[in-house]
């Protein structure tokens, strides 16, 4: 078992990443409990249930057991509200615990409910999925989506502790494990030159860099006042690919966050390309790193390249202008005010309509 610790002032926690880290779960919750009455709502998907995931942990403590439904539409404030009457009606109080045990949607989901419920109650999130365990369950970063928008009404939260446990991934969806990879990517593209040695990894081994590269990052920038924005490289585009699915319903792309991710990356470097902040070879780095990770990072048909701009100006980075994290000469750093023709162009050469 690796032990990644969060050395956060206020709050240091630590990352427990291997083969059955679930099984932590009760002897920390014991620890963290005040008393023998303490009690913990554990929230989670029907499908982690039915693979038996839960069955086998030991609380020790009394709890039951929420499930939310899977899939991006129950990341919502409904699904919160519906929660914290569920808390409620279990008669959880302030010194009480809360677990989310699941993939990312889930851990987003129960760290928020953890931050506004009594005002703030203590959480342990378990990741099941690779995309939780390198990047959502980690550095207290909660949000649930609005109608708008991706992650738009959240808070930052710091878990009391985090359990990757890899041995949930033996039962994950190829589809799951795009997801988990476009972020891997990201990680990998962020060491700049070595980056591909992440990849060379044995599973565990790669899942606890990814926890340090971003641990290393979160106790640096807890609130993302700077350095902390780089982990958003490649989620301009993809959180507004994301949100044509919102909007579209039964039109959506069903693109899954990390695949988003990917398309974001490859469109990073090439607008990066296209400005004159780095050359050929590292545009092909990025295509290596996505490939070597079986992610192509195409655009999908049909888009508008005007339309994707005006869903990036949203996005929370951008302070009312076009916000991207670039690679250049100085490293991959935030780039603030982009010229419009510029993004576009650079999409309709991925693909893009005008
Ligand atoms: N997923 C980016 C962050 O946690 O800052």
Redesign the pocket.
Do not use: P, Q, S, Y
């Given at each position: 078992m690796l032990t990644i610790p969060v050395m956060l002032d206020a709050s240091p926690y630590e990352v427990l990443v291997g083969h059955g880290a679930r099984h932590h779960l009760g002897p920390i919750l014991r620890g963290l409990s005040t008393n023998s009455s303490t009690k913990v709502a554990i929230i989670t998907e029907a499908a982690i249930v039915a693979a038996g995931w839960l069955s086998d942990v030991e609380i020790g403590l009394e709890h039951v057991v929420l499930t939310i439904p899977g899939g991006e539409a129950a990341k919502s404030l409904e699904t919160v509200e519906h929660l914290c009457r569920q808390l409620v009606d279990a008669g959880m109080s302030r010194g009480d615990l809360l677990v989310g045990f699941g993939g990312g949607l889930v851990t987003d989901v129960a760290g928020f409910v953890a931050a506004i419920y009594h005002r703030g109650i203590r959480y342990v999130s378990v990741a099941t999925t690779l995309l939780a365990q390198v990047?959502?369950a980690?550095?207290g970063?909660t949000a649930v989506n609005l109608p708008e928008g991706k992650n738009l009404v959240g808070a930052f939260w710091q878990p009391s502790a985090v359990l990757c446990d890899t041995e949930t991934l033996t039962t994950l969806p190829p589809r799951e494990w795009s997801c988990g990879r476009g972020?891997v990517a990201k990680y990998a593209l962020l060491r700049g030159e070595g980056g591909r040695e992440l990849l060379d990894l044995d599973l565990h081994e790669q899942v606890g860099a990814c926890v340090a590269d971003?641990a290393m990052?979160?106790v640096g920038d807890e609130r993302?006042q700077g350095r902390?924005?780089l982990?958003?490289y490649g989620?301009t585009l993809a959180h507004a690919l994301e949100t044509i699915d919102l909007e579209a319903g039964e039109q959506a792309l069903g693109l899954r966050h990390g695949e988003a991710v990917a398309i974001g990356l490859l469109f990073a470097a090439e607008l990066a390309f296209d400005l004159g902040r780095i050359e050929e070879p590292r545009v092909h780095e990025h295509r290596a790193i996505l490939g070597g990770l079986d992610l192509d990072g195409h655009l999908p048909s049909g888009l508008s390249a005007s339309h994707l701009v005006d869903l990036m100006r949203r996005d929370k980075k951008a302070d009312h202008d076009l916000t991207f994290i670039l690679d250049g000469p100085n490293g991959i750093e935030v780039v603030n005010g982009l010229d419009p023709t510029i993004v576009r162009s650079s999409l309709e050469r991925m693909g893009a309509t005008p």
């Open positions: 990047d959502a980690i550095g970063k972020e971003k990052v979160v993302e902390r924005a982990l958003n989620h």
